[in-house]
């Protein structure tokens, strides 16, 4: 079971988020606000972290160059499906910047899946 921080600021694709995640058998915190989620990861451990890109306040990528080496390995950048973006060119970016990965919304759950499971080899 992992301990999973899902931070989206879009509350329908969160819930969605969380409800496959538990139903895995995941312990979820959702956070709707990027100032509280920062604060969070500084008193609380979480084997992943799912980041909105587009989150108001800290966007994904301000959010990587932010949080300490160790956290940003441990982070999934999620992307609106309405982003402009390719996945591979927002993929690439959050990898440069330290991130586990990207993924695009809606998002896959054998997908969400995998990248729960690729956490216990960090």
């Keep these: 079971m992992a301990n999973i921080l899902i931070m989206n600021q879009r509350v329908i694709e969160s819930k969605t988020l969380r409800v496959i995640l538990e139903k895995s058998g995941h312990q979820v915190t959702e956070i709707n ?18 980041y909105d890109i587009t989150m108001q306040g800290t966007d ?15 982070t999934v950048i999620v992307s609106p499906e309405t982003s402009i973006a390719p996945l591979g060119i ?20 054998t997908e969400l899946l995998q990248f729960v499971e690729n956490i216990s080899v960090l």
């Design 33 to 50: 606000d990027s100032t509280k989620g920062i604060e969070i990861i500084q008193s609380r451990v979480f084997d992943l972290i799912m």
């Design 60 to 74: 994904g990528f301000k959010f990587l160059e932010i949080v300490p080496k160790a956290l940003r390995k441990r």
């Design 90 to 109: 927002i993929e690439q970016l959050a990898r440069c910047k330290g991130a586990m990965g990207a993924l695009k919304q809606p998002i896959n759950s």
